[in-house]
Every structure is written in C-alpha cells, then in structure tokens.
Nanobody, 118 residues
C-alpha cells in the first residue's frame, strides 16, 4: 500500500536551514509529480512546492520562493525540501504527497514538525 514517510524536521533558529526528506512507496514514484505541504494547527494544509515527474520543472508558493528548493531522486523514491533562511512563520508540520500542486491521494503520512524560533 501507499506509504509516505517524512523526516528531517526539528527546532531551529530564524535564519537556519533544514532539509526534509520524504520516502515514498507503494506506487510508481517516477510517474508522479510530488509536492510538499504544511499545516499549522487550526488551519488548512497549504501547498508549499511541487516538482515534476523527472525533476526538470518545479514551482513554489510565493512566501518560500527563493528560500526553499524541492528536489527528487527517482532511483531512491525520495523527494526532498531544502529550506534555507527559515522564518518563524515557516513553523508547521510538513507533509509530502503526489501531485504538482493539488494532492492526488487522500492518504497522508505522519508529517515532520518544523519549529523556527525567533
């Protein structure tokens, strides 16, 4: 069955960097665009960044553009999110899912918590 396992979150200070990882299994990974999303308690989950099937194209939500970089390794069924110059407003639980912006699956992993202190 489909599994999405996010990791790499933590508690950091404003301006620091983190690299999130997502291990995907249970579907033909290289056939799907992938995205990262984030959610703050009490708010809806929001899209952060998406990458095409081959990794050649990507797009970003405005607030993270220029600071975050999404990448993927189809040989390892992994998608990554390099987050630089983190801000307190980036604090959220981060999730991955298939899809270039809109998630294509109802299934969500457990997410990984990113907390940025000022």
């Amino acid at each position: 069955q489909v599994q999405l396992v996010e990791s790499g979150g933590g508690l950091v200070q404003s301006g620091d960097s983190l690299r999130l990882s997502c291990a995907a299994s249970g579907f033909d990974f290289s056939d799907y665009a992938m995205s990262w999303y984030r959610q703050v308690p009490g708010k809806e989950r929001e899209w952060v960044a998406g990458i095409g099937e081959t990794g050649r194209v990507s797009k970003y939500e405005g607030a993270v553009k220029g600071r975050f970089t999404i990448s993927r390794d189809n040989a390892k069924n992994m998608v990554y999110l390099q987050m630089n110059r983190l801000k307190p407003e980036d604090t959220a639980a981060y999730y991955c899912n298939s899809g270039y912006q809109w998630p294509t699956r109802d299934y969500w992993g457990q997410g990984t918590q990113v907390t940025v202190s000022s």
